[in-house]
């Protein structure tokens, strides 16, 4: 088949299986036996070392990796940087061999050492269409402990740029909240035919996950039917899996294609935690999607405390092919327990969003959509019902401060105040016809009636600017952490004395 036919072919096949459309699938099947792609032999690359940078969190070349998107940023309460970001390898795309690089400063940006604090060594460090994907990581803390949500997909799925793409219908989890497994040999296709994600869509997950004691020190396989476990498997609470196999001790994970047992095919919200940025905690796998949602992505950047509640809150957003997205809050108070609110937008889509927490409890978001304006709502908590509903006299509401349409933002509430009053500060490209150029800070003056007086945007970039994150430093500058020319990640602190000078002058 020429390349350009199959390319094509390939796109159609995609959107045959998200509309449901088996018929057409069925028929382009018939025309062209043919697999999507050719997979290299499986083979798996060790956790890249710690090592250490100057000036610059992710330099070109830091830990192997050419390129880096997303970038993510909290300061702790002793001054800590903590950073993170994708490490995209030897591609940019969305998909297909991603892993999360963090970088820690401890003397205020001039020196940063880095780990890689989620790592799938699967086919080695390059795109490799049958590889796992981490993406799109959220930082928040409570001062001493940094929180970090990312979006994990099994061997070959992504909601973009991959080879097979998630469907509705289930969520990857039972009612109990465990885990469920599938037999790799339930699925009697091989990896890359054209079918194999629709089969394993429809396969039967037999199986379950659950702690073999209250140690909660390790993991076993259970059978969903009776309860009994399955002999002869080990999974350690990184989800790696150990067995014997003609004898021979073997070693997968569970998001492997090569696995024995294997989760299903979806975005799974992947959240860990650390007190120095460097040393991270076993995941938790949050179960927040419903069944009718095809994707439940985490919003990148960052996410707030709510200390007199002991309340971690992130954004989210649901996606569903050709369909409008929507953000919500995701959150947890001290029982661990995660919940999700109502959509943050009705009126027009939201995806990719920041929240900041006002003094009253209120959580204002920032979201990405299709207005080239910021625009914001801000979700009340609601002690009766328990969750976050839109507040009906501030849904929605556009400001006067340009954006890029369709283009991640980031919000930040400064501690400190000016004049007796508080600020907020976004981060955002500008340009025009959703091009991603031309980055700014605006500047907005807390108003104590919660509303926001906007008072100036200080350049950070021109040219090419796409996503971006702020942070306060303890010595009361502001930093940024942006994309600036393609697969390129850059630090830099701003003197916040530049909008007073603004407030002064008005």
């Given at each position: 088949m020429l390349a350009s036919s199959k390319k094509k072919f390939i796109v159609d096949v995609k959107r045959a299986l998200r509309l449901g459309a088996l018929l057409i699938f069925i028929a382009s099947f018939c025309c062209y036996s043919v697999m999507l792609a050719e997979f290299a032999k499986f083979s798996e690359s060790p956790r890249p070392s710690n090592g250490e940078t100057l000036q610059q969190p992710f330099l070109k070349g830091t830990g192997g990796s050419g390129n880096f998107r997303i970038p993510a940023m909290v300061t702790l309460d002793d001054g800590s940087i903590i950073t993170a970001a994708d490490a995209r390898w030897n591609h940019l795309q969305d998909s297909s061999g991603l892993d999360t690089i963090v970088s820690v400063s401890q003397d205020n940006g001039n020196t940063w050492g880095y780990t890689f604090a989620n790592y799938f060594g699967d086919n080695g460090n390059v795109r490799n269409d049958g590889s796992t994907c981490f993406i799109d990581p959220a930082l928040a803390?409570?001062?001493?402990?940094?929180?970090?949500?990312?979006?994990?997909?099994?061997?070959?799925?992504?909601?973009?740029?991959?080879?097979?793409?998630?469907?509705?219908?289930?969520?990857?989890?039972?009612?109990?909240?465990?885990?469920?497994?599938?037999?790799?040999?339930?699925?009697?296709?091989?990896?890359?035919?054209?079918?194999?994600?629709?089969?394993?869509?429809?396969?039967?997950?037999?199986?379950?996950?659950?702690?073999?004691?209250?140690?909660?020190?390790?993991?076993?396989?259970?059978?969903?039917?009776?309860?009994?476990?399955?002999?002869?498997?080990?999974?350690?609470?990184?989800?790696?899996?150990?067995?014997?196999?003609?004898?021979?001790?073997?070693?997968?994970?569970?998001?492997?294609?090569?696995?024995?047992?294997?989760?299903?095919?979806?975005?799974?919200?992947?959240?860990?935690?650390?007190?120095?940025?460097?040393?991270?905690?076993?995941?938790?796998?949050?179960?927040?999607?419903?069944?009718?949602?095809?994707?439940?992505?985490?919003?990148?950047?960052?996410?707030?405390?709510?200390?007199?509640?002991?309340?971690?809150?992130?954004?989210?957003?649901y996606h569903n092919w050709n369909q409008p997205e929507y953000a919500s809050l995701i959150w947890r108070d001290g029982d661990g327990v995660w919940h999700r609110s109502e959509n943050i937008t009705t009126k027009?889509?939201?995806?990719?969003?920041?929240?900041?927490?006002?003094?009253?409890?209120?959580?204002?978001?920032?979201?990405?959509?299709?207005?080239?304006?910021?625009?914001?709502?801000?979700?009340?908590?609601?002690?009766?019902?328990?969750?976050?509903?839109?507040?009906?006299?501030?849904?929605?509401?556009?400001?006067?401060?340009?954006?890029?349409?369709?283009?991640?933002?980031?919000?930040?509430?400064?501690?400190?105040?000016?004049?007796?009053?508080?600020?907020?500060?976004?981060?955002?490209?500008?340009?025009?016809?959703?091009?991603?150029?031309?980055?700014?800070?605006?500047?907005?003056?807390?108003e104590e009636d919660g509303s926001m007086t906007y008072m100036a945007s200080r350049p950070v970039k021109e040219g090419s600017?796409?996503?971006?994150?702020?942070?306060?430093?303890?010595?009361?500058?502001l930093a940024i952490l942006y994309e600036g020319e393609a697969g390129e990640i850059l630090f830099e602190k701003i003197n916040v004395t530049w909008f007073w000078d603004k407030y002064n002058q008005m």
């Open positions: 803390t409570d001062g001493t402990t940094a929180y970090m949500i990312v979006d994990v997909n099994p061997s070959g799925y992504a909601t973009s740029s991959s080879t097979y793409m998630p469907l509705k219908g289930k969520t990857g989890f039972d009612d109990q909240n465990r885990l469920l497994l599938r037999e790799k040999d339930s699925v009697k296709l091989d990896f890359g035919s054209l079918s194999y994600g629709l089969a394993c869509h429809l396969a039967p997950y037999d199986y379950y996950l659950d702690y073999l004691d209250d140690t909660k020190s390790k993991y076993g396989i259970f059978v969903r039917e009776s309860g009994e476990r399955v002999e002869g498997y080990e999974v350690d609470l990184f989800f790696n899996v150990t067995y014997y196999e003609g004898g021979e001790k073997m070693t997968s994970n569970l998001f492997y294609v090569t696995s024995p047992f294997q989760v299903y095919p979806a975005p799974y919200l992947y959240l860990t935690s650390t007190t120095d940025g460097i040393n991270w905690s076993a995941p938790t796998l949050l179960n927040l999607k419903s069944n009718d949602e095809e994707s439940l992505l985490v919003g990148p950047g960052n996410g707030v405390y709510d200390e007199k509640n002991d309340r971690l809150v992130f954004t989210a957003y027009g889509w939201s995806s990719e969003s920041s929240a900041v927490l006002l003094d009253d409890g209120r959580v204002r978001v920032f979201y990405r959509g299709s207005e080239e304006v910021l625009c914001y709502t801000d979700m009340v908590f609601d002690e009766t019902r328990g969750n976050y509903f839109r507040d009906p006299n501030a849904s929605e509401i556009k400001t006067s401060a340009p954006k890029t349409a369709n283009c991640q933002l980031s919000a930040l509430l400064y501690k400190q105040t000016y004049g007796g009053k508080q600020w907020i500060f976004v981060s955002a490209p500008t340009g025009t016809n959703r091009k991603r150029i031309d980055g700014v800070v605006h500047g907005f003056v807390l600017f796409a996503y971006s994150c702020l942070t306060e430093l303890n010595d009361g500058h």
